[in-house]
């Protein structure tokens, strides 16, 4: 436990923008969702891992995704916010240009390795006919954003849908679970 308040997270993030020449993002509900992320992946972890991502809760693994990202500079070059759209530039901001939508930039093999570490194998025994043998399966939720579609293998919905920037309420789990080794 950090007892990290989110009034420090988001001091701490508007100082990072100062110094880059960046903004928060200009939507306040967007902006408190991400806060509240940033602050309860801290607790849960030790370190602000992205809200809109799936932490693995190893430190080097997931030292790219922790806050600001290695990935932000390149997206606001290139697309004027940050992939959860946290980070933003000027003409965003002032809503020149309307709040964009950020492709993922980490590899997917990270992602794919993320979610293998983080997801807890759910171990779910049967005895055979032989009597003793186990069959270990993996079977994550499936959760879909019920405002744009988007679907995510995890235990719990993320903070925010990286896609619409729907809140976590906005997730439903699908009642149908995919077992990893088949
Ligand atoms: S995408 Fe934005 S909010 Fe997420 S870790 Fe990167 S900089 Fe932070």
Redesign the pocket.
Known sequence: MTGITIEQVQKR?EADAKTYGYYLTPNADLLQG?LD??RINEERYGY??????LASGNFDFDRD????????DP?VLEFG???????VNKNVYESKDELPT?PERRPLQKQARAFSTAVPPKEEKHDTAAGGEQMVEIMPKVWYCKQCGYMVFRDEPPYICPICKAKKEFFAEMKTRVNFLG
């Open positions: 993030a991400l992320g940033l602000p891992s992205c809200p809109c991502r995704i922790i806050c600001p990202c290695d990935y932000r997206d916010a940050c992939y959860c759209r946290l980070y950020v």
